[in-house]
T-cell receptor
Framework: AQRVTQPEKLLSVFKGAPVELKCNYS??????LFWYVQYSRQRLQLLLR?????SIKGFTADLNKGETSFHLKKPFAQEEDSAMYYC??????????????WGLGTSLAVNP | EAQVTQNPRYLITVTGKKLTVTCSQN?????MSWYRQDPGLGLRQIYY???????DKGDVPEGYKVSRKEKRNFPLILESPSPNQTSLYFC??????????????FGPGTRLTVL
């Protein structure tokens, strides 16, 4: 079954501390993994995707196919990183439904 | 400004009273989708559309209808709303039926309460 698991509902860290938001997935093919973020009173927006291998706002995420993980990391958290983070998997039938399968989200609180 | 818009943003209604939530995108995207978000269940897809006049069911389509008469609009219709459809609804769009890595752009959400 296709599934995305974010084991932590809430993660609280201090400003300047490293942060890692965990994401594990279950998918039989080759999925595309994303991290979306929702800041307070804003809409869901893409943070990064594994195919781009990019760093956005200091965040990185590496796809580990062996461990079926796509953890989101940042070496030094900032207060403005406080938000809800969703890991998502795109693995619908190729050429068909581009639906995203979502984790339940992790609320990150960065304390001063 | 490229964006996805939804209306209304908030709606309180009563059981059985038909309603429509509109969704519009100005990015000429082919793919559009509706999700509902519920505590403990995350986001679940209701319906999606690959292009004009092409729609299909997602994971939780019961009680909903959609139409795609124009590329930019993808309204969600609740013919006879029930309290279990109280939820936060998101519309999303992406460019095309191309790579799975297409970014999905989201609307601001519609909070629906059915009494």
């Amino acid at each position: 079954a296709q599934r995305v698991t974010q084991p932590e509902k809430l993660l609280s860290v201090f400003k300047g501390a490293p942060v890692e938001l965990k994401c594990n997935y279950s998918y039989s093919g080759s999925p595309e993994l994303f991290w979306y973020v929702q800041y307070s009173r804003q809409r869901l927006q893409l943070l990064l995707r594994h195919i781009s291998r990019e760093s956005i706002k200091g965040f990185t995420a590496d796809l580990n196919k062996g461990e079926t993980s796509f953890h989101l990391k940042k070496p030094f958290a900032q207060e403005e990183d406080s938000a809800m983070y969703y890991c998502a998997l795109s693995g619908g039938n190729a050429g068909n439904n581009r639906k995203l399968i979502w984790g339940l989200g992790t609320s990150l609180a960065v304390n001063p | 400004e490229a964006q996805v818009t939804q209306n209304p943003r908030y709606l309180i209604t009563v059981t059985g009273k038909k309603l429509t939530v509109t969704c519009s995108q100005n990015m000429n995207h082919e793919y559009m989708s509706w999700y509902r978000q519920d505590p403990g269940l995350g986001l679940r897809q209701i319906y999606y559309s690959m292009n004009v006049e092409v729609t299909d069911k997602g994971d939780v389509p019961e009680g909903y209808k959609v139409s795609r008469k124009e590329k930019r609009n993808f309204p969600l219709i609740l013919e006879s709303p029930s309290p279990n459809q109280t939820s936060l609804y998101f519309c999303a769009s992406s460019l095309s039926g191309g790579a799975l890595s297409d970014t999905q752009y989201f609307g601001p959400g519609t909070r629906l309460t059915v009494l």
